[in-house]
């Protein structure tokens, strides 16, 4: 005969299941021994004080999958990945930033260059004849 006990045991059971699997059903499904709690129905004080063992086998479980559940594990990935992209992305940015800017100060420098050769040309009194493209 099931005893109170016994119901507890299987309800905390359970509930570590569907929290690592990710799909808690009564939780947030946060990783934690409260969220723990929520999800199996019982007090966190029931978890902690009469149910330790299994309190400990979760905190066991959640830190062999680095407190992300498995079923949220590939999508941890894809975050870091993401991130790593990020990071490159900037790096390229913040160098073709600083290409563009030497690019604006040679066209600068041409202008510059030009508008005085342009100038020195009309107060020359030798003028060139202009090209005619063929």
């Known amino acids: 005969m099931a005893t109170d006990r016994d119901a507890e045991r299987d309800a905390i059971t359970a509930a570590i299941q569907r929290l690592l699997d990710g799909r808690p059903t009564r939780s947030t499904g946060a990783?934690?021994?409260?969220?723990?709690?929520?999800?199996?129905?019982v007090k966190r004080w029931v978890l902690t004080h009469k149910h330790v063992d299994l309190k400990e086998e979760f905190t066991r479980r959640k830190s062999e999958a680095n407190g992300i559940p498995p079923a949220f594990q590939h999508l941890h990935a894809r975050a870091i990945e993401a991130e790593a992209a990020s990071r490159a992305l900037?790096?390229?940015?913040?160098?073709?930033?600083?290409?563009?800017a030497v690019y604006a100060q040679v066209i600068h420098e041409l202008r510059t260059?030009?508008?005085?050769?342009?100038?020195?040309a009309q107060r020359s009194p030798i003028r060139s004849l202009p090209i005619r493209a063929t």
């Not at 260059?113 to 020195?120: Q, V």
């Open 113 to 120: 260059e030009l508008d005085r050769c342009t100038n020195n």
């Open 31 to 41: 990783l934690t021994t409260l969220q723990l709690a929520a999800e199996a129905g």
């Open 90 to 100: 900037r790096k390229d940015n913040d160098r073709l930033r600083e290409q563009v």
